[in-house]
């Protein structure tokens, strides 16, 4: 039976931030996901890298200050599925005054030390630049910077960088028990589609199960725990694009909640997110009427144009495992992170919470949390780029003319959004290619087969949702006939 230093139940962002890490520094890792890596909360987000500006009205400072300052690490990691995003918030001075706006702006641009990005400022919201799809009675607002991430890919590189250094990675595979034995916890793995069982055993017990943390711990382990998670549901819907222009908006509703409006796969616009309380029954989650109702209300209020539900091309939900710190108002729960330990016999480190800025920085505080039991080298995950994100010393528009000029004979638009998902990794799919017809079958939506093969290849991928809405977003630009023949194609292995 094989022994590892670490197993980690969970492929999330948070599983497979731990399994990097641990990796790279030498340990013995193993990771188990029951489903498809990021199949849950970590493909639901909001797709940003930021510090939470309104986190700051909840006197969240610590929180804030090492959200923004991994921001300007995970820029410098992966700025092919990372990149700077403007922000414009319409000023409304009756829900909050100007000075507290340009008091909380001014917090944000330096509280988390030296930053690359734009401070923040004063705009006029002109209908062709910073009120470029908004009703002409908006016309003062404020500018700031953030950042946007492919969280789906994202989880799937960390994975395999984890991989690289060593780690065995296991998507569909779940851990269907596990007990202390002696000075290790001997753990069953099933493998979901032959049934198949196998046992190791592991030094040190990860419990990185996101929204299933709690259930993990009183089902699969039998073990009580004094933390509590809150489920907290966001949902989001894609429309057609609001306007023409690169940056977002963030917007403020009456309740107090703010709603982003961001540009998405250059056709669309993703608004988001609801916070409603769930119980464990409801995953996974789905979005519902009332939710759709909600968020085209809240940007109707803004936008020029009507925003209705006849109007959403695709919608997605996600479940936040937030740790239950007693507050009434889900929007008001913490998003900090707290990792319980339970070291009565070989250890269990349970994660409760977190966001996906923070997952790296997670990931380290876990593995201090463990020194004593297996001592490793030091943290390292800030200066190696994820796969495909070492750009030599280039910024992507450079990087990408080099490829357009080196493959001038396919589209150039096409090249962007295939660097944008695979960075550097790109010229393993492209190779020798010098037409459209060198890529293979074309499935649509910016999917051929070349990339397919990748896919499942070298990044698990084994379904057509796997592949579509995960490791891809080809699948809001197809046919329903189009995703059915990728399904298909997948389905039956050729």
């Given at each position: 039976?094989?022994?590892?230093?670490?197993?980690?139940?969970?492929?999330?962002?948070?599983?497979?931030?731990?399994?990097?890490?641990?990796?790279?520094?030498?340990?013995?890792?193993?990771?188990?996901?029951?489903?498809?890596?990021?199949?849950?909360?970590?493909?639901?987000?909001?797709?940003?890298?930021?510090?939470?500006?309104?986190?700051?009205?909840?006197?969240?400072?610590?929180?804030?200050?090492?959200?923004?300052?991994?921001?300007?690490?995970?820029?410098?990691?992966?700025?092919?599925?990372?990149?700077?995003?403007?922000?414009?918030?319409?000023?409304?001075?009756?829900?909050?005054?100007?000075?507290?706006?340009?008091?909380?702006?001014?917090?944000?641009?330096?509280?988390?030390?030296?930053?690359?990005?734009?401070?923040?400022?004063?705009?006029?919201?002109?209908?062709?630049?910073?009120?470029?799809?908004?009703?002409?009675?908006?016309?003062?607002?404020?500018?700031?910077?953030?950042?946007?991430?492919?969280?789906?890919?994202?989880?799937?590189?960390?994975?395999?960088?984890?991989?690289?250094?060593?780690?065995?990675?296991?998507?569909?595979?779940?851990?269907?028990?596990?007990?202390?034995?002696?000075?290790?916890?001997?753990?069953?793995?099933?493998?979901?589609?032959?049934?198949?069982?196998?046992?190791?055993?592991?030094?040190?017990?990860?419990?990185?199960?996101g929204p299933w943390v709690k259930s993990v711990l009183e089902r699969e382990l039998k073990i009580g725990s004094p933390g509590r998670v809150r489920l907290v549901k966001g949902s989001h819907i894609v429309v057609p694009r609001i306007h023409d222009k690169r940056y977002a908006y963030i917007l403020q509703n009456p309740d107090r909640r703010v709603i982003f409006m961001i540009p998405y796969e250059r056709e669309f616009?993703?608004?988001?997110?609801?916070?409603?309380?769930?119980?464990?029954?409801?995953?996974?989650?789905?979005?519902?009427?009332?939710?759709?109702?909600?968020?085209?209300?809240?940007?109707?209020?803004?936008s020029a144009r009507a925003i209705s539900a006849d109007q959403v091309a695709w919608s997605y939900s996600g479940v936040r495992p937030l740790y239950d710190d007693g507050t009434e108002d889900p929007s008001a729960v913490t998003r900090d992170y707290v990792l319980l330990l339970d070291d009565a016999g070989p250890p269990l480190l349970s994660i409760f919470g977190g966001k996906i800025t923070t997952y790296r920085k997670l990931a380290e505080h876990v593995l201090e949390k463990l020194a004593r039991w297996i001592p490793a080298r030091r943290p390292w995950t800030h200066a190696e780029a994820l796969p495909g994100g070492d750009f030599g010393g280039r910024d992507f528009p450079g990087v990408l003319g080099e490829l357009r000029s080196r493959y001038s004979g396919l589209d150039p638009h096409w090249l962007a959004r295939l660097l944008r998902r695979h960075g550097m990794l790109i010229e393993q799919i492209l190779d020798r290619a010098k037409t459209e017809a060198d890529l293979g079958e074309n499935f649509g939506g910016g999917l051929y087969e070349r990339e397919l093969a990748y896919l499942i290849e070298h990044e698990w991928a084994r379904t057509g949702e796997d592949v579509l809405w995960r490791r891809t977003k080809c699948g809001l630009h197809m046919s329903e006939a189009q995703r059915s023949r990728v399904a298909g194609r997948l389905a039956h292995g050729r």
């Open positions: 039976m094989e022994l590892y230093d670490i197993a980690v139940i969970g492929g999330g962002i948070n599983g497979a931030g731990v399994a990097r890490d641990a990796a790279g520094r030498g340990i013995k890792v193993l990771l188990a996901e029951q489903n498809d890596f990021a199949s849950a909360t970590s493909s639901a987000s909001t797709k940003l890298i930021h510090g939470g500006l309104r986190y700051l009205e909840y006197h969240k400072f610590r929180l804030v200050a090492e959200s923004l300052a991994e921001r300007e690490v995970m820029l410098g990691i992966a700025p092919h599925i990372i990149w700077p995003l403007e922000f414009v918030l319409p000023h409304e001075k009756h829900l909050r005054p100007a000075w507290m706006v340009r008091a909380g702006l001014f917090l944000y641009d330096h509280i988390g030390g030296r930053s690359s990005l734009p401070k923040s400022r004063g705009v006029r919201l002109a209908p062709g630049n910073h009120g470029a799809g908004l009703k002409p009675a908006f016309t003062r607002g404020f500018a700031y910077y953030d950042a946007w991430v492919d969280d789906a890919r994202l989880v799937v590189l960390t994975l395999s960088s984890a991989r690289a250094h060593g780690a065995n990675v296991l998507a569909r595979t779940r851990c269907i028990g596990a007990r202390r034995e002696g000075d290790a916890w001997r753990v069953t793995l099933r493998q979901q589609a032959s049934g198949e069982e196998t046992e190791v055993r592991a030094r040190i017990l990860v419990n990185a199960a616009t993703l608004i988001g997110t609801t916070d409603i309380q769930v119980a464990g029954e409801d995953l996974p989650p789905v979005t519902s009427p009332e939710e759709v109702a909600y968020l085209c209300a809240a940007a109707s209020r803004y």
